[in-house]
T-cell receptor
Framework: DTGVSQDPRHKITKRGQNVTFRCDPISEHNRLYWYRQTLGQGPEFLTYFQNEAQLEKSRLLSDRFSAERPKGSFSTLEIQRTEQGDSAMYLC?????????????FGPGTRLTVL | GESVGLHLPTLSVQEGDNSIINCAYSNSASDYFIWYKQESGKGPQFIIDIRSNMDKRQGQRVTVLLNKTVKHLSLQIAATQPGDSAVYFCAEISFSGGYNKLIFGAGTRLAVHP
């Protein structure tokens, strides 16, 4: 257990529905990242927060995706009007910047299945 | 549990043998490299890291070797155990731009047989 938690662990939804995932990072970590992982692939970067500011978004993050980190602690990732291609594992990671190697520690992921 | 990496290259070893997992990276400007282990149904777990100014780093039962000339990284696991069975990913990081984005390489499945 890395100390990063994600909820829910599994989500099954019908195409067109909205879903929201939550990530709680390691408490003192100021950086938070979202990744997506499909079967047979390594995680792909989606977006990154430093404290409450969203500083980077991948081109993978379409307009249907939105992420927030309102108080610089937990984060949410919402997918609107889900499509079957959104089925994947959504991973959250956190790190502490400044002075070190900024190692990212991952949560257990949320497995999304869109029917 | 659900499998990660159904079509990944697989390294099969006997329990107690040493394992070597290889990785090629793409960006010669990358400053830092990490090996992650991912078990089925779980997120990637940090194993060991190495900075680009080093060529070798040792941990507990693991050693990472970095060859910048050919952009190659390897993870050596000594006395491999059944609990080492997982998918292993290397990842590279560039510090440029004040932001550290992990770029993961293709994973390798390690299967340890008793």
């Amino acid at each position: 257990d890395t100390g990063v938690s994600q909820d829910p662990r599994h989500k099954i939804t019908k195409r067109g529905q909205n879903v929201t995932f939550r990530c709680d990072p390691i408490s003192e970590h100021n950086r938070l990242y979202w990744y997506r992982q499909t079967l047979g692939q390594g995680p792909e970067f989606l977006t990154y927060f430093q404290n409450e500011a969203q500083l980077e978004k991948s081109r993978l993050l379409s307009d249907r995706f939105s992420a927030e980190r309102p108080k610089g602690s937990f984060s949410t990732l919402e997918i609107q009007r889900t499509e079957q291609g959104d089925s994947a594992m959504y991973l959250c990671a956190s790190s502490l910047s400044g002075g070190g190697t900024d190692t990212q520690y991952f949560g257990p992921g949320t497995r999304l299945t869109v029917l | 549990g659900e499998s990660v990496g159904l079509h990944l290259p697989t390294l099969s070893v006997q329990e107690g043998d040493n394992s070597i997992i290889n990785c090629a990276y793409s960006n010669s400007a990358s400053d830092y490299f990490i090996w992650y282990k991912q078990e089925s149904g779980k997120g990637p777990q940090f194993i060991i890291d190495i900075r680009s100014n080093m060529d070798k780093r040792q941990g507990q039962r693991v050693t990472v070797l970095l060859n910048k000339t050919v952009k190659h990284l390897s993870l050596q696991i000594a006395a491999t155990q059944p609990g080492d069975s997982a998918v292993y990913f290397c990842a590279e990081i560039s510090f440029s731009g004040g932001y550290n984005k992990l770029i993961f390489g293709a994973g390798t499945r390690l299967a340890v047989h008793p």
